[in-house]
């Protein structure tokens, strides 16, 4: 018999995830869409209708046909706070995305495993990638990975990679954010469609431990190491996006993006790239960005 946990889930089901498509569709994103979203990155708005490269968290999303609650719903979670972790993304960039262009999206579920830690807790780690091109073909493709919390929400218990930090490298001016703004985490949570309370429910993570504090969303997180990014190199450069989250960031948290670069081949930075509170880092991962000239 398949092995089932107290939510009904069984490997079966889990196994039965992968290949489901996305209904597909289109996607625009809009001027005033596009201010708000990088606004609530605490930096100030693209120019030359340059969209901020965190969109590709809800573009690829909503442009697909789905949701983040139908994709709650797909992997069987409740959506209560602490039911769903954030494990990581893979983004690409094929050519910088622009305000009010029609996108067409594509994409499915690529994987779905079971993991047990060495205290009995069991996940549900679920991938899914998005594709989207315009009338001149492939613009971005993005993987994103989630771990769907079995028996029960809890709080989060993840790490970023273990590799020696801070890595070696030439370094890049740091991005800072004295203070995580828990408003800007509600206007993103109304730009995602996003129902998930641990990002503006404080009473409902009052039982996560966090004492009423609400968590950052994952790409406000990564925003911050893009603006970093794009500080240095410009704003249409970031070509490639992959990061690890760790501990969630609460708002009222001082972060700070860092970055260095470790080589540059054919015109691209290689970039080590974390984001970090009190010396240690929260996100960390690797960014691909066109080089600046000089």
Not at 139 to 159: C, D, E, L, S
Request: with cysteine; proline share 7%; glycine share 12%.
């Amino acid at each position: 018999m398949a092995e089932q946990h107290d939510d009904g889930v069984t490997e079966a089901d889990l196994a039965g995830l992968v290949g489901h498509r996305f209904p597909g569709g289109t996607y625009r994103i809009a001027h005033w869409e596009n201010w708000l979203l990088t606004d609530c990155t605490a930096r100030a708005p693209m120019a030359d209708d340059l969209v901020h490269p965190i969109v590709l968290f809800h573009a690829p999303i909503l442009g697909a046909g789905t949701s983040i609650g139908e994709l709650f719903r797909l992997g069987r979670a409740s959506g209560r706070s602490g039911s769903v972790g954030l494990l990581g993304y893979d983004w690409v960039y094929h050519r910088p995305l622009r305000e009010e262009i029609d996108l067409t999206v594509t994409g499915g579920v690529i994987s779905a495993d079971r993991r047990t830690d060495p205290d009995g807790r069991v996940d549900d780690l679920v991938a899914y990638r998005i594709e989207l091109a315009d009338a001149d073909g492939p613009v971005a493709q993005i993987t994103n990975r989630w771990a769907f919390r079995r028996g029960g929400p809890r709080g989060a218990a993840k790490t970023v990679p273990d590799a020696p930090f801070p890595p070696e490298g030439t370094p890049i001016e740091p991005f800072d954010v004295p203070s995580v703004d828990a408003a800007r985490m509600k206007t993103m949570a109304a730009i995602l469609r996003d129902p998930y309370p641990v990002h503006w429910d404080r009473a409902s993570n009052e039982r996560l431990g966090l004492g009423g504090r609400v968590i950052n969303q994952g790409p406000l997180n990564l925003g911050y190491v893009a603006n970093m990014l794009m500080a240095w190199a410009g704003d249409a450069a970031v070509r490639r996006l992959t990061v690890s989250f760790g501990p969630p960031v609460l708002d009222g948290d001082h972060v700070t993006a860092r970055g260095v670069v470790t080589g540059v081949v054919d015109g691209i930075a290689h970039c080590d790239v974390w984001l970090e509170r009190d010396g240690a880092p929260v996100v960390r991962g690797t960014a691909e960005v066109v080089a600046p000239a000089g």
